[in-house]
């Protein structure tokens, strides 16, 4: 048996507006540091509780096994927390580009993590839920706390940074795959930028050391970040693919995605300091 009530939550984009690579840890991992800001655009998934122990999921995903989906391991780690029998059938309706560096894999997990814990009244803390998330993916957690953060370490070490500011951005989104693990064992990869304050990052800004190396293994990420520089100063979000520029209004943003030429994949969307998942879920009562 199964309830007829669907609840339906975002799983927003998000954007790195700096990605700095500050040292390679002994296990391989790089520490890094971060500016997390999120999209008001994204996957929405689609909860609705059962009476039993299943878990279903559509669409499958192409390529990736049912138990290997970062949906399914993420309800699979609360069903083992539990203690109760739990189960979830989920619809998934896919918007972000796999591979994109826009955090949608993630983002699905998170989402997937606060509202199993709300259908299913766990009670989890949101600390408690980052634990969890981390062990998905180092972008998880800042999906799961649900605001624009300063990020640290492999990314999961957050300062909520409510003040930055919330433009209109346009994004472009080549249509290639970038392998993260390739970027972060290239030869050529910048390891050894000096670390900074979040007050430094909000005044300058910041760069993105992924972007040199993604660009000439990806030739396509290079031309689209050429063609937009022409337009409004661009940026590579993650370890790519997609790219972005800010701007002051909706119109304006939209008024440069007009002279992309036609063959781009783009998008005009709003920055926001709040998760829209967390607006849903925790609007006031």
């Known amino acids: 048996m199964t309830d007829t009530r669907w609840l339906s939550v975002p799983a927003p984009a998000k ?19 971060t500016l997390f800001q999120f999209l008001d655009y994204g996957d929405t998934l689609h909860f609705r509780r059962r009476d039993d122990n299943e878990l279903t999921l559509v669409p499958a995903i192409d390529g990736v096994p049912f138990e290997d989906n970062l949906i399914i391991r993420a309800a699979r780690l609360l069903q083992q927390r539990a203690g109760k029998t739990c189960g979830a059938d989920i619809r998934l309706d896919k918007t972000l580009p796999m591979g994109g560096g826009l955090g949608g894999g993630s983002s699905d997990a998170a989402t997937t993590l606060l509202a199993l ?24 957690p800042v999906f799961v706390k649900g605001a624009a953060a300063f990020a640290e370490g492999v990314g999961e070490q957050l300062t909520a940074v409510p003040e ?36 430094t990052a909000l005044r300058q800004g910041g760069r993105n050391d992924c972007q040199q190396v993604v660009t000439v293994l990806y030739p396509e990420i290079g ?39 036609a063959e781009y994949v783009a998008f005009v969307a709003k920055g ?12 006031p009562s």
Not at 169 to 194: M, W
Not at 272 to 283: D, E, G, I, K, Y
């Open 15 to 33: 954007l790195n507006l700096m990605l700095h690579i500050t040292g390679r840890r002994p296990d391989g991992y790089h520490n890094l540091q």
């Open 223 to 261: 031309n689209a970040l050429n063609l937009l520089n022409k337009l409004s100063p661009a940026k590579m979000t993650g370890t790519g693919a997609c790219i972005f520029s800010s701007f002051g209004s909706e119109a304006e943003a939209i008024r440069v995605s007009d002279q992309l030429p």
């Open 117 to 140: 814990n709300e259908l299913w009244q766990l009670q989890l803390s949101p600390d408690e839920l980052a634990t969890l998330g981390l062990t998905l993916g180092a972008d998880v």
């Open 164 to 199: 930055l500011p919330e433009p209109w951005y346009l994004v472009v989104c080549p249509q290639v795959h970038v392998n993260t693990g390739k970027i972060f064992s290239h030869e050529g990869l910048t390891r050894d930028t000096a670390p900074i304050n979040i007050r």
């Open 272 to 283: 926001v300091n709040q998760s829209p998942a967390h607006r849903v879920l925790f609007r």
